[in-house]
T-cell receptor, first 118, second 111 residues
Framework: EPEVTQTPSHQVTQMGQEVILRCVPI?????FYWYRQILGQKVEFLVS????????KSEIFDDQFSVERPDGSNFTLKIRSTKLEDSAMYFC????????????????FGPGTRLTVL | GEDVEQSLFLSVREGDSSVINCTYT??????LYWYKQEPGAGLQLLTY?????DMKQDQRLTVLLNKKDKHLSLRIADTQTGDSAIYFC???????????FGRGTSLIVHP
């Protein structure tokens, strides 16, 4: 069964360093998302991406964050200068169009990357 | 914006029914979702209900929606140890497909 994969599973970095989190969405999916979950908090939407551009972003997704689909398979989240408060689990998700041509209900999530900023 | 709240923990005995409750704030949400997260895995869509429905049943799962009170519940009949997981309630903001998630309810099933 196709699934969303994410690498690495755990990333430890020093404050101020750049990190790139990688995701491989399901191959025929068209819409891609990043969410994060700070320990003990809610899963929060960061950004959605379609047709090689950001379609929606939250107030969390500031200039420190960027997303890219560098090739036909990877979808990346870059944090330019990490802060302690960026420590969280980061989830990638993807979805496609439903049978009616509208956005599919089901978002398929990856297992997450745990980012620890020291 | 949408705000979703749910209790953090639920402990049940194997074979009993589990009921996980959720409240949301945006009455224009057209769909409401329950996601399940098993250890080491991502969130997986368990079931969803259209906002014009009161109830949806799918095998051991029953979803009840009270639109007036903006209350959603997930009942798991004959709960098994394999049902132990974190269950997330989610509701999109009106006009959006982006779900707003609750914190998740950890369901612990005792043998």
């Amino acid at each position: 069964e196709p699934e969303v994969t994410q690498t690495p599973s755990h990333q430890v970095t020093q404050m101020g360093q750049e990190v790139i989190l990688r995701c491989v969405p399901i191959s025929n999916h068209l819409y891609f998302y990043w969410y994060r979950q700070i320990l003990g908090q809610k899963v929060e939407f960061l950004v959605s991406f379609y047709n090689n551009e950001i379609s929606e972003k939250s107030e969390i997704f500031d200039d420190q964050f960027s997303v890219e689909r560098p090739d036909g398979s990877n979808f990346t989240l870059k944090i330019r200068s990490t802060k302690l408060e960026d420590s969280a689990m980061y989830f990638c998700a993807s979805t496609t169009l439903g049978t009616s041509g509208r956005l599919g209900h089901e978002q398929f999530f990856g297992p997450g990357t745990r980012l620890t900023v020291l | 914006g949408e705000d979703v709240e749910q209790s953090l923990f639920l402990s049940v005995r194997e074979g009993d029914s589990s009921v996980i409750n959720c409240t949301y704030t945006d009455s224009s949400s057209t769909y409401l979702y329950w996601y399940k997260q098993e250890p080491g895995a991502g969130l997986q869509l368990l079931t969803y209900i259209f906002s014009n429905m009161d109830m949806k049943q799918d095998q051991r799962l029953t979803v009840l929606l009270n639109k007036k009170d903006k209350h959603l519940s997930l009942r798991i009949a004959d709960t098994q140890t394999g049902d132990s997981a974190i269950y997330f309630c989610a509701a999109p903001r009106g006009g959006s497909y982006i779900p707003t998630f609750g914190r998740g309810t950890s369901l612990i099933v005792h043998p």
